[in-house]
């Protein structure tokens, strides 16, 4: 298994420009979120889903949207990007009954 | 609100020691707690998972331990090493759908 993958790695954008950030699982979790890490704040639920065609909102979901058409993948969109979302973004992904939760490798995204 | 608090923020030790990382959460009402390491520039790998009803796991050189009542677990690493380096964070799972909260981490420095 690749276990949780996350696409792409870096990123720079312009305020004001959209993207998506993808993240893909093959372990056949139903439950699967976003999380953002910011130096001295720690990591931030943005929004999560229980299963494809169910999401909601997390702590920090301002400026972010997500669909979850499948089970593997979970994109997370910025509309109209801004400085404030410089951050480091997680996708992590467990399966119903099994509490343990997994990380991918990240997306460092920088908005100018 | 679910507080996580990791203290210190940073620890050097010499190779070799044991040392215990803490960590302190705010509401007993939860579901498991988490423990990750996190490499620079890199994300999260789960180290080990204590559910509520359990009060410690082992995993090789490490053990982590939960009291709930009191709102803390440890972290016990044996005879540290210098791939021991790294941030560890503490993550608590409150239940509703798996939201974690997490503490800022503890930097771990293993001098050799």
């Known amino acids: 298994n690749a276990g949780v993958t996350q696409t792409p790695k870096f990123q720079v954008l312009k305020t004001g420009q959209s993207m998506t950030l993808q993240c893909a699982q093959d372990?056949?979790?139903?439950?699967m979120s976003w999380y953002r890490q910011d130096p001295g704040m720690g990591l931030r639920l943005i929004h999560y889903s229980v299963g494809a065609g169910i999401t909601d909102q997390g702590e920090v979901p301002n400026g972010y949207n997500v669909s979850r058409s499948t089970t593997e993948d979970f994109p997370l969109r910025l509309l109209s990007a801004a400085p404030s979302q410089t951050s480091v973004y997680f996708c992590a992904s467990r399966s119903t009954g099994v509490n343990e939760q997994f990380f991918g490798p990240g997306t460092r995204l920088t908005v100018l | 609100k679910q507080e996580v608090t990791q203290i210190p923020a940073a620890l050097s030790v010499p190779e070799g020691e044991n040392l215990v990382l803490n960590c302190s959460f705010t509401?007993?009402?939860?579901?498991?707690l988490q423990w990750f390491r996190q490499d620079p520039g890199k994300g999260l790998t789960s180290l080990l998972l204590?559910?509520?009803?359990?009060r410690e796991q082992t995993s090789g050189r490490l053990n982590a331990s939960l009291d709930k009542s009191s709102g803390r677990s440890t972290l016990y690493i044996a005879a540290s090493q210098p791939g021991d380096s790294a941030t560890y964070l503490c993550?608590?799972?409150?239940?509703?759908?798996?939201?974690?909260?997490f503490g800022k981490g503890i930097t771990l420095s293993v001098r050799p």
């Open positions: 509401d007993s009402a939860i579901y498991n």
């Open positions: 993550a608590v799972n409150t239940g509703a759908n798996s939201k974690l909260t």
């Open positions: 372990m056949n979790h139903e439950y």
């Open positions: 204590i559910q509520s009803s359990q």
